[in-house]
């Protein structure tokens, strides 16, 4: 009789047992369901959510009187943006900014080393210097004198004498002195930063992104992207 009220006793310490870790077990797939649900709301939000974006100041391809504005956030030391500058942006300014669909911004996310930093805020001098046309020559050519090598991320190459000299193949003597004064001055950092703090409010991630009147794009082709562009112009 002893041991059958001991046995009882032991089940119902089992049972006890079993049933706090099935509460605990329930409690842990709930928090991890909220929180999963929680990121995807996220990332649903910044997806969809329509930015306040301040474009003056900024170097852009196309009319500036187009109905829709597309920016690029990118960094010159990111092999995708290299080739995204030589394939990509090619085919946006052919289909949508020559064709006054949109006009194509370029912001800086450099987050891949200090090269990163150096260049885009020496390309920020040029554009301040020497005007937006000369950007974009300056821009294009930086992207064809990245390294092959991916290795090269994680050295400095970009150096202020590099950046200079590559802006020596475009411009004149007295040109480069003055955007390398601006340079060295740092008169080009608060634009750079401004570019900095919309690529932390935005939520990006990566580069290359692109948003479309302030909403991020999330497609996966051309056809996606002239989609995005036609449906913002229409909400204009």
């Keep these: 009789m002893a041991n059958k009220k001991k046995n009882t006793k032991q089940a119902a310490k089992s049972s006890s047992k079993f049933v706090f870790w099935m509460i605990g077990l329930v409690a842990v797939c709930l928090l991890a369901f909220i929180f999963l649900s929680n990121q995807s709301d996220k990332k649903d939000k910044a997806t969809t959510k329509t930015n306040d974006i301040d474009y003056s100041n900024q170097p852009f391809l196309g009319d500036e009187n187009a109905p829709v504005s597309i920016i690029e956030f990118g960094d010159y030391k990111c092999p995708i943006c290299k080739d995204f500058a030589h394939n990509v942006v090619p085919m946006i300014q052919k289909e949508l900014v020559d064709t006054g669909k ?20 020496f390309a920020e001098s040029v554009f301040q210097e020497l005007g937006n046309e000369t950007f974009w020559k300056f821009h294009e050519l930086l992207y064809q004198k990245q390294p092959e090598d991916t290795k090269a991320e994680k050295q400095d190459i970009f150096t202020e004498q590099f950046l200079t000299d590559t802006l020596k193949e475009m411009a004149s003597e007295k040109d480069v002195e003055k955007v390398v004064k601006n340079f060295k001055e740092q008169k080009s950092m608060d634009a750079w930063q401004k570019d900095m703090d919309y690529a932390g409010k935005l939520g990006v991630t990566g580069t290359p ?28």
């Excluded at 948003?211 to 909400?235: H, I, P, R, S, W």
């Design 102 to 121: 949109a006009k194509f911004y370029f912001m800086n996310d450099s987050f891949i080393n200090i090269d990163s930093k150096r260049s885009a805020q």
């Design 209 to 236: 992104t692109m948003f479309v009147n302030g909403k991020m794009f999330t497609g996966k082709t051309m056809d996606d992207l002239k989609e995005m562009v036609e449906k913002a112009a229409k909400e204009k």
